[in-house]
């Protein structure tokens, strides 16, 4: 046991009865643990398999490749729309602990596996740029190599951001809003 961990399951005041629960299958599973992104984050020979995160309405057990996961329960759910390799699980209570523990210690062998065969979720689909963000690229060479310049993971969050208005004005005072963070090669959530 993780003495940070435990401090991190003393703080809290939404969810420590469902973590103290856990905690003892995660174990079990011959995971190590440690606090990671501020988080409890349990790991097997130094790859990441799970992570909690306490949300306002349920404790959430993430498997960092769920999506490789063959959930033959049905409770995995995505963490988002654009989520392409986490899968979570919900807690709402200890007694979801007590009734999914066995299934969350056969997904965790599962996981186990999966990371020990070296299973990548395959690549993200083709990155499909909102008509004005498009524009401004093609307007500006310099925008262009500093949109260019960043990883995919940051085009996309800038993209879905953008695309995400509902009026082309919207979209368009986005793309100048972030314009100069984009020059300066930073992330949307970059300070």
Known sequence: MNSKVDAYIGRSEQWPDEM????????????TEEIKWGKPCYS???KNIVILQEMKEFLALMFFKG??????????????????????????SVEDVARLADVVKAYIDEAIDVEQ?????????ELVLVEELQNRLDDDPAFKAAFDALTLGRQRE????????????????????????ILDGKGFRDR
């Not at 103290?20 to 995971?31: A, Y």
């Not at 063959?70 to 709402?92: C, H, K, M, W, Y």
């Not at 070296?118 to 689909?125: D, Q």
């Open 67 to 92: 999506a490789l996961l063959n959930d033959s329960e049905g409770v995995l759910e995505e963490q988002g729309p654009n989520s392409r390799s986490a899968r979570r699980i919900r807690f709402t």
């Open 158 to 181: 800038y993209n879905l951001y953008f695309a995400d208005a509902k009026q082309a004005k919207t979209r368009m005072a986005r793309v100048e809003n972030y314009t100069q963070k």
């Open 20 to 31: 103290i629960g856990l905690r003892p299958i995660l174990l079990g599973c011959g995971l």
């Open 117 to 125: 065969a070296g299973l990548e979720v395959g690549p993200a689909p």
């Open 44 to 46: 097997d020979e130094g």
